[in-house]
Nanobody, 123 residues
Framework: VQLQASGGGLVQAGGSLKLSCVAS????????TGWFRQAPGKSREFVAG????????RYLDSVKGRFTISRDKAKDTMYLEMDTLKPDDTAVYYC?????????????????WGQGTLVTVSS
């Protein structure tokens, strides 16, 4: 599967953005999929994940209640809706796919990565 992320941009603190990740070559529903981010000078971290069936999700504690991960089976697209954005959310966001059935925050378990999309939150 190949992944293409989009939707990043510049937004003021408190604002919202919705990221998209489109799949090609295979369908997203055959993978556990998720989002990671990498802030300047920091290592990449897990943000959110969703299982193949879409029945379970997992979030980084600092984004719980503000971010929502979802998938549209018909469009074969994954989304990350981000609300109440904070300057600390500034990062390059990556979508990823894993063959594991569970949602892990271990980067090495995610075999396929899309290119990043930059999210900048101004204060």
């Amino acid at each position: 599967v190949q992944l293409q992320a989009s939707g990043g941009g510049l937004v003021q603190a408190g604002g919202s953005l919705k990221l998209s990740c489109v799949a090609s070559g295979s369908t997203l529903s055959t993978y556990t999929t998720g989002w990671f981010r990498q802030a300047p000078g920091k290592s990449r971290e897990f943000v959110a994940g969703i299982t193949r069936s879409g029945d379970r999700t997992r979030y980084l504690d600092s984004v719980k209640g503000r971010f929502t991960i979802s998938r549209d089976k018909a469009k074969d697209t994954m989304y990350l809706e981000m609300d109440t954005l904070k300057p600390d959310d500034t990062a390059v966001y990556y979508c990823a796919a894993s063959t594991y059935s569970s949602i892990t925050n271990v980067e090495a378990a995610w075999a396929t990565w899309g290119q990043g999309t930059l999210v900048t939150v101004s204060s």
